[in-house]
Nanobody, 121 residues
Framework: QVQLVESGGGLVQPGGSLRLSCAAS????????MKWYRQAPGKERELVAT???????NYADSVKGRFTISRDNAKDTVYLQMDNLKFEDTAVYHC???????????????WGQGTQVAVSS
């Protein structure tokens, strides 16, 4: 079994910064893509950022230039550095990790429990 534990959410003023973390643990052979999603009240879930096992990154247009995704493969952890936060960044943020639990088996998706980010003055 694999567990994901998120941390780092909170309340911040516009223009402020937060750093989210998502640590995977358990039966992990390797990890492929690691992603951050968010869902605001009344809105559909949105893919915010992706980082591949090779370190290639991709971002939603709404966060480009403000958010940075990174990973520490030794710790099986993905981060989301969020700078210059805006009201519209308020949402519950979930990490999603593609975990391979054994050689030559397909990956399975695992989700973090979610962490609330609230941007308010």
């Amino acid at each position: 079994q694999v567990q994901l534990v998120e941390s780092g959410g909170g309340l911040v003023q516009p223009g402020g910064s937060l750093r989210l973390s998502c640590a995977a643990s358990g039966s992990i052979f390797s990890i492929n893509d690691m992603k951050w999603y968010r869902q605001a009240p009344g809105k559909e879930r949105e893919l915010v950022a992706t980082i591949t096992s090779g370190g290639r990154t991709n971002y939603a247009d709404s966060v480009k230039g403000r958010f940075t995704i990174s990973r520490d493969n030794a710790k099986d952890t993905v981060y989301l550095q969020m700078d210059n936060l805006k009201f519209e960044d308020t949402a519950v943020y979930h990490c999603n990790v593609e975990v391979v639990i054994a050689r030559r088996t397909p990956h399975r998706d695992y989700w973090g429990q979610g962490t609330q980010v609230a941007v308010s003055s």
